[in-house]
């Protein structure tokens, strides 16, 4: 087994391979195809650099400037708005200035702007992007492309790997992941889900066969802003962080971009309506409530090999 | 003379009966409506027979039916009263069951043969 690891986009980036590579030389030649495909994405779509392509666009937001964007922030940028339509709203990348507003800062917008407007101050039916042309591309509002991009990266850096040959890792990015092929010992990977209350270390172990996996968790992104407790999963109907009972949600599906969408979605949903919606989609999805209860779609159970609770 | 007093009469005899064909065609024109009545009123009468006629073999035929579904309802009336007999014989069996059964106790045991996978990652917090 060959593992490799590094930091990108401001979280860990761990490679695994499950089969022992004809030379170490390509174990090498894997890692730097991962690493330099994350480093094409976060200077694309990074909100936390100030020389990234996405800063330049969001500094343009609203302006009804006309820029051609390369092919990977178009591609976040068209999955964005896809995304928010789909979702009927519920996914909305323009919390970025609400985010701001609660202190989770990331590069500066301008000198000279000294309020941005939020999700909820764009029409209800307004598109996340004009497009002009087969190129050209205009933001009505700066956007945030963090849970989406780190998929999106997950994608293209999986599917860089398979042209290379690439065909049993596991490559992580910040909590989500892409399974390709088959673990170390020949099986599917094992993957455990994390305790959002850190009690004990996995709340379930699942198996992943050639899927992605993507979790909305508020464990580590809190902090408190004018005597209260915030954390970065916002819902853009109310521009104010999604209180809806829930503490993590974990979805899989066959690709990590919207695994993520679906993951943060279902979290702003709340625990009334997760299970109904996560089942209605034939979605595999775990969640934990506030409570530390884990619950999970039938999809999910077929996945899981423990359960904590049950183990006790 | 004579011939004055034949063709007087050859006038006349032409006259009268000249008179007497308008007198015959008439009539015949008079009595062609009712003879043509006559005709239609007999073919009219053909037809309501060959109708009856039909009708009757119809009849007969539906008589045939119902005879034969006459026939088979009574042997489901033979079968139904067959089942009736058997449903009381199963409901005097089931009223002759006791209310309640006390099962013998079950002991439990259970027997833990899962613990926790080793993983290769964990899915949860990202972190800036």
């Known amino acids: 087994m060959s593992a490799f690891e590094d930091r990108a986009m401001g979280s860990p980036l761990r490679l695994t391979i499950g089969t022992v590579p004809p030379r170490a030389s390509d174990g090498d030649r894997a890692w730097d195809t991962v690493v330099t495909s994350f480093e094409a994405s976060e200077a694309a779509m990074s909100r936390f650099r100030e020389t990234s392509e996405l800063t330049m666009f969001n500094r343009m937001a609203g302006t009804g400037i006309v820029s051609r964007p390369s092919d990977r922030l178009r591609c976040a940028l068209a999955a964005s708005d896809r995304a928010h339509r789909i979702t009927g709203g519920r996914f909305d990348p323009r919390v970025l200035a609400d985010l701001d507003r609660l202190g989770y800062r990331g590069a500066p917008m301008a000198p000279t702007s000294d309020h941005l407007p939020t999700a909820l101050e764009a029409s209800s039916g307004q598109r996340v992007l004009s497009r002009f042309g087969r190129h050209g591309v205009s933001l009505s509002r700066p956007v945030d492309l963090g849970g989406i991009g780190k998929g999106l990266a997950l994608r293209w850096s999986a599917a860089a790997l398979a042209r290379d040959a690439t065909t049993d890792f596991l490559l992580e990015a910040g909590g989500d992941l892409v399974a390709r092929g088959s673990d170390p010992a020949g099986g599917p990977w094992l993957v455990g889900i994390e305790d959002p209350a850190a009690a004990i270390d996995h709340l379930a172990v699942i198996a992943v066969v050639e899927s992605a996996v993507a979790t909305s968790s508020i464990r580590v992104h809190q902090w408190s802003i004018d005597g209260r407790e915030v954390h970065h999963l916002l819902d853009p109907r109310t521009g104010d962080p999604a209180n809806g009972g829930l503490r993590s949600v974990t979805v899989a599906g066959p690709d990590p971009a919207w695994a993520e969408v679906w993951s943060k979605v279902l979290f702003i949903g709340g625990r009334q309506a997760i299970a109904g919606e996560a089942r209605s989609r034939g979605l595999a999805a775990w969640w934990v409530a506030d409570d530390g209860t884990l619950e999970m779609t039938g999809a999910a159970r077929a996945m899981t090999t423990w359960v904590a609770s049950e183990a006790d | ?128």
């Open chain 2, 1 to 128: 003379m004579f011939g004055a007093a034949t063709s007087a009469y050859a006038i006349s005899f032409a006259g009268v009966t000249a008179l007497q064909s308008q007198a015959d065609q008439r009539l015949i024109d008079r009595q062609s409506p009712a003879e043509e009545a006559a005709a239609r009123l007999g073919e009219g009468h053909d037809q309501l027979e060959a109708e009856v006629e039909r009708a009757a073999q119809s009849y007969a035929a539906s008589v045939t039916r119902y005879d034969e579904l006459a026939a088979s309802l009574s042997s489901t009336e033979a079968s139904l009263e067959r089942y009736t007999g058997r449903v009381e014989a199963i409901s005097g069996a089931a009223r002759s069951l006791p209310d309640r059964v006390t099962l013998p106790t079950v002991s439990r045991t259970v027997t833990r043969t899962i613990s926790k996978p080793r993983v290769s990652a964990t899915t949860g917090a990202s972190g800036h």
